[in-house]
């Protein structure tokens, strides 16, 4: 069993700046893909950026450039750096991971419990 734990959210103003992390835990396992979805009421959840098998990045097309995703393998947490936040940031930002369970030969998604994000105009 894998926990996420996130932190890092709350109220910003327009223009402001915030980190998100999210800690992974638990025995037995491998990390590959870490990153950020999220997702506002009534829409479906989005791509913030996620850190591929540890190489590749890919970051939503709203946020490039304004965003910066990071990973500690050793401490199997990921960071999402977000600058220059406008209100269409605003949304619950859920912690994503991809676990392969040592010896299984498959993987898990794992979802964090979100966390709020708010920027004000």
């Known amino acids: 069993q894998v926990q996420l734990v996130e932190s890092g959210g709350g109220l910003v103003q327009a223009g402001g700046s915030l980190t998100l992390s999210c800690a992974a835990s638990?025995?037995?396992?491998?990390?590959?893909?870490m990153g950020w979805y999220r997702q506002v009421p009534g829409k479906q959840r989005e791509l913030v950026a996620v850190?591929?098998?540890?190489?590749?990045?890919n970051y939503g097309a709203s946020v490039k450039g304004r965003f910066r995703i990071s990973r500690d393998n050793a401490e199997n947490t990921v960071s999402l750096q977000m600058r220059s936040l406008n209100p269409e940031d605003t949304g619950v930002y859920y912690c994503y991971v991809v676990v392969y369970p040592v010896g299984l030969g498959i993987s898990y998604d794992y979802w964090g419990q979100g966390t709020q994000v708010t920027v004000s105009s």
């Open positions: 638990g025995r037995g396992f491998s990390i590959t893909d």
């Open positions: 850190l591929a098998g540890g190489v590749n990045t």
